[in-house]
C-alpha cells in the first residue's frame, strides 16, 4: 500500500474529515499491461474533488511512478483532504463468471437523484456495499436499484443495459448514477451502431427484454442470466459489444498517454 507517495508495510492516515465522516473520493482502475482507461479515471475524480472542495488532486504521472512493474489487477485510489492513498488486489472474475453469467435482484432501496453525492464515487459507499453483501448471501451477484421516482437507476456496483427489439435502452445520469467510465466508453463508441437510447426506464421494461448486461471497470462487460424472476439468454448484441471492448482495451490499451 501506498499513502502520501510514501510506501509503507505499516502505512500512516492523517486523520481529516475523509477518516472521520467519509468526505473523500475514490476510483477502482483495470490494470492489465497498462492502467486502463487512466485518464477518464483522473478526470472524474479531480472533477468530483473540486466539487467537494477538497484541496488535493492526482495526475497520471503520480500513478505511473507509483505503480511501476504492477499489472493484471485492481488499482483502488482513495483521496481525501490530506491523504492520498494506492493499494492494488488481484483481479478476481475468471472466464467461469462470463460462461454463467449474473444473477440481479431489485433492491428495495430508492436512490434520489436530487442528492449532490449520487453521480460521486464517495467514501461513505455503505449502502452500495450492505446491499451487495445482503443479496450475495443470497445467492446473487447484483443488486440494482430504483430512484425516488421508481425509475431503474444503477447495480451496486454496475450500470446497466437493458437490450430490446432494435434498441438498447441504459438510464440516464439524470435518474441518479454514477456515469462509468466503460458505461460512457459503449455509449460513445457504440452508441450509434447498436441504437443506445439513454432515458427514464419504468421496472416494467424489463419484461421486454430480450437480453441485458451491467459494466464496470473490473468488470468490463457482463451479460446478466436472472432478474429476479426473469432469466435471459446470453444475447448476440451483448457478445458483440464484449469482444469490442475487450480488443479495443487490449489493442489500444485504453489510454491516453501519461501527463505531468
Known sequence: MIINLIK???????????????????????????????????????????????????????????????????????????????????????????DRGFKIKLSSIKKNPESPIVSLKSFNYLENIIEKEKWQKQGFDEAVFLNINDYITEGTMSNIFIILDDFILTPSVECGLLNGVVRNFIINKLGSKFNIIEGKIPLSVIKQCKGMFITNSLLGVMWVRQFENLYFPKHKIYEEIRNYYNEYIKNNKAKKGVKS
Open 8 to 98: 509503507n508495510d505499516k502505512p500512516i492516515i492523517e486523520y481529516d474529515s475523509g477518516f472521520f465522516f467519509g468526505k473523500g473520493l475514490f476510483e477502482t482502475i483495470l490494470i492489465l499491461k497498462e492502467p486502463v482507461f487512466l485518464d477518464e479515471h483522473l478526470e472524474r475524480l479531480n472533477k468530483g474533488l473540486k466539487k467537494l472542495e477538497i484541496n488535493n488532486e492526482v495526475n497520471s504521472k503520480m500513478v505511473y511512478d507509483n505503480i511501476c512493474g504492477v499489472t493484471n489487477c485492481a488499482l483502488k485510489i482513495m483521496v481525501s483532504e490530506k491523504n492520498i492513498i494506492l493499494s492494488a488486489r488481484e483481479l478476481k472474475y475468471t472466464e467461469d463468471y462470463y
